[in-house]
């Protein structure tokens, strides 16, 4: 019975994707209220992680450079760990969890505030005066995120590599100038595309999953807390899935 209920909603579900992102493709045009949600998901979604995000990526950073050194110091292999930092913390770990800061922060809220919008009538509201909830609850939501998974995973790789270098000028004091031109040497074309990739695919994942959450809600209040887990444990599966399959694709073609 669940799966069938799975299935029968996958037609919903992308219906409500293709019309979330026909929306933002002319969400610019609109006026100065949407852009103003716009700017305060960005704010919530982004700004406010980015303690959360330096704390957990230099740490990352720094975790990976100790074991990484003394791994390879024992096969005298020492400068494959410019490329071992570029794989785990650019390519690998810090989109995805870039992505589960902004799920746990991020998904909850949109599911539970959009919940409560249709249990309080809003969303009724805006259809009455001809709104539609889809352009104007949405689409804002849906960039908002998507926009701010982009940002922290660019700012979740910077800390993560600069917490390796703190480490290496600790243990192994090198010139700054030496340690970053190792490992720009190290990051390729590919590496970037994968990593920008990945955030824009968590980024719609998240914010459409915790969306279509919000609106699934009916009449009882006690849906929205529903709403909110469902919406974390549907984006932690979404992204995982997502990340498996895109890193697949990477290694087969490059």
Do not use: W
């Amino acid at each position: 019975m669940a799966l069938l209920s799975t299935l029968n909603s996958i037609p919903y579900n992308l219906g409500f994707f293709a019309k979330t992102f026909k929306g933002s493709l002319f969400f610019f045009f609109r006026g100065k209220v949407a852009r103003r949600v716009l700017l305060m998901q960005i704010l919530f979604t982004f700004v406010e992680a980015l303690g959360t995000a330096s704390l957990l990526a230099l740490g990352i950073g720094a975790a990976v450079h100790i074991i990484g050194m003394s791994f390879l110091a024992s096969f005298s292999q020492e400068r494959l760990i410019y490329p071992l930092l570029i794989t785990i913390v650019t390519r690998e770990m810090g989109p995805l969890l870039a992505a589960f800061i902004i799920i746990a922060r991020s998904a909850t809220a949109i599911a539970t505030e959009t919940a409560g919008m249709v249990i309080s009538h809003e969303v009724e509201a805006y259809i009455s005066v001809g709104v539609d909830p889809i352009d104007y609850l949405a689409v804002p939501r849906f960039l908002g995120v998507t926009i701010s998974m982009f940002l922290l995973n660019i700012y979740f790789s910077i800390f993560g590599l600069a917490g390796a270098f703190v480490v290496t000028r600790i243990f192994n004091p090198l010139p700054a100038a030496v340690y970053f031109d190792l490992l720009l040497g190290a990051l390729t074309v590919p590496d970037l595309i994968i990593s920008i990739v990945k955030s824009i695919f968590f980024g719609m994942i998240i914010s459409t999953v915790a969306l279509i959450q919000g609106f699934s809600v009916e009449r009882a209040s006690t849906e929205i807390p529903v709403a909110g887990l469902r919406a974390v444990g549907a984006s932690f599966a979404g992204c995982i899935v997502v990340d498996i399959l895109l890193s697949a694709v990477y290694y087969l073609v490059v």
